[in-house]
């Protein structure tokens, strides 16, 4: 069918009583921290997520493309009429930009196209999102809860419009809609009074607003859109009108807008640098909030959603799960995963350490899971290019992302300093929230869903959210932390050996509990000696395999002579098991110490001396050393 005729009539919404005004609408986000571009991105992800049709994967797809002259006349045509938005200035524009959103493999806008008596059973995209505002989802299944994120949409449009166009299952078969709407200032015409609340479709019988149905709908979504429906397939595009160069420009922790000076300059940059700028913001947006929805259970596997994102006809380069900083996040989240279906087992992929598992509760009830991955920075140092990377500038402070069970929504990132010194490590954590409290978290969020806030209510989400937000930092210091010296070892310079901060990266073994901080004691109590480790040092690579460590070391106590052994467990490559390594692999140097000629495992050093020891261990593999004094 070929468009050449006007197929859209406009709808302005007249006051009536408890009507919201179409300005205060777009006010409806409040404030956040995040930049608009990353509010749009979160929703309208989210809302496809919500959205996926039973045993599929669904598709989201960004694309910014400048509208050429063809569809700039259509859409001059069919939005013609309006009033205090701004369109008129902005369809003049032959060198229109369009934002263009698309989901497939969802369910699209089904159920009923106008409002009237429902059953609690009956689907109601088409009007929760297109008629209606704050509509709640209370089971915390959802990404939204107060149903205010799709004014996203509109803010992000400098004339505050939107086209939708939907394919979806209808009682008759598949059905195509189509319907543009528009949020704006309130304004008076011809003597009403109108909220400001915009619709460009069918006008019914009784005033009321209706979308295009079938083969016209269809007919003027493939004139406006890019993306088709092939098949059967069902789904939703949204192409946004004039996205302000201000939104296009901001990185992804910018204002988006509110500074003259920054605006000014953005409204000065050319086609090309916004088209760069809006790349790198929305790139960096899609990984920080929607990595989850990109890491399959397993690595190589199929991703729970295929994200894809076009600026100006070139698709951008989103990374993998298995690369940089993403793969410490990757190696946490697959753990959580792995952990709910009760296995613990599994290929972490890049040569990662298993991250380690904390369950976390409340008065016996589960909070959720936390799991923490920790690299080696004298192997993978940060990269500070890496927008997925904490770029942490001492070893004792990493990131923990926040995210809901269900939905696996990235509500929080937060640095969090986990104290001591991990003596060249860096850790990243994931938070789960079990599913069963997803709903008592969704009540705490603002209408971002970017934090977990508690007040001064008492629901269960209040109580859950202050206690988590107390609980997890101290657990993670828990973890992570070097052991307090004993009373008598306050004077010496001690830090943790090398196996009580590593003691996290190797699987647990009933017989190798006893710590070193227990080994500490045992030579303290028995009043001949107090063994002390003082440092530890990642040296410079020996070889493309190897890891040279120093450990540092001395024996308070008496005249005379003790015997030190040393061990060495690393993991295996093909489980979670820990092999154990022999003098002949870990070719020992020991400074200030004598070593046995028949086991160089063994060295003697003179009490009170300072003393060293240089051993080789594999790169790139979890390494747990252990000093003891030993009977001679």
Known sequence: MTVTSRH???????????????????RLLGRSDLSMT????????????DARTAGGTPTFDINLRRLGPREVG???RELGDSYGLGLDAVLADEALRG?????????????????????GEDTQNFVDLILKVGVPRTDGRGGGTYGFGKTAAYAYSSCGTVVYWTRCRTPEGLEHRLIASAMGPEFHLDGAEYTGRHWWGKRSSDGRTLPLRGDEAEALGKAIFTARFEGEQTG????????????????????????EEADAQAEALEPAEVDALFAQAAREALRLHLWPKMTPDVPGGPAPMNISLRVSGEAIDLGTPEQGAWRYWSGALRAIRRDGEGSTSGDEGGGLLPPKIVRVTRSRRPMGTLAISVRNLSIDPPDRADDLDPHAESSGTGRLMLMRGQTELIVKDKDVAAGGDLLGLDWFAVFKADSSIDADLASTEPPAHNDWLPGGAETDGEKYARFLRGRLPVTLRSELSVHAPLPEQQDAADSTPLAAMLGLLLPDEPKRQKSIEGQRRTGVLKGRRGFVVTGHRLLSQGDRLHQHHMIDFFVEGPGGSTLIELSCRVASEESRTSLSLDAEQL????????PRAENPLLANVENGRAASVVLRAPLGRAVDVSLAPVED
């Open 8 to 26: 859209l009539e406009w709808v302005p919404k007249p006051f009536r009583d408890g009507d919201l005004a179409g300005g205060g609408s777009n």
């Open 38 to 49: 990353e509010i749009l991105i979160r929703e309208m992800a989210q809302n496809a997520w």
């Open 74 to 76: 259509i859409l001059r």
């Open 99 to 119: 934002l263009e959103i698309s989901d497939r493999g969802t369910t699209g806008l089904d159920g009923p196209v106008e409002i009237g008596r429902v059953t």
């Open 236 to 259: 939703t595009s949204i192409l946004i009108l004039d996205p302000p160069v201000e939104h296009l420009s901001a990185s992804a922790g910018g204002s988006d807008g509110g500074n």
């Open 587 to 594: 070719m020992p140097e020991w400074r200030g110490a004598k």
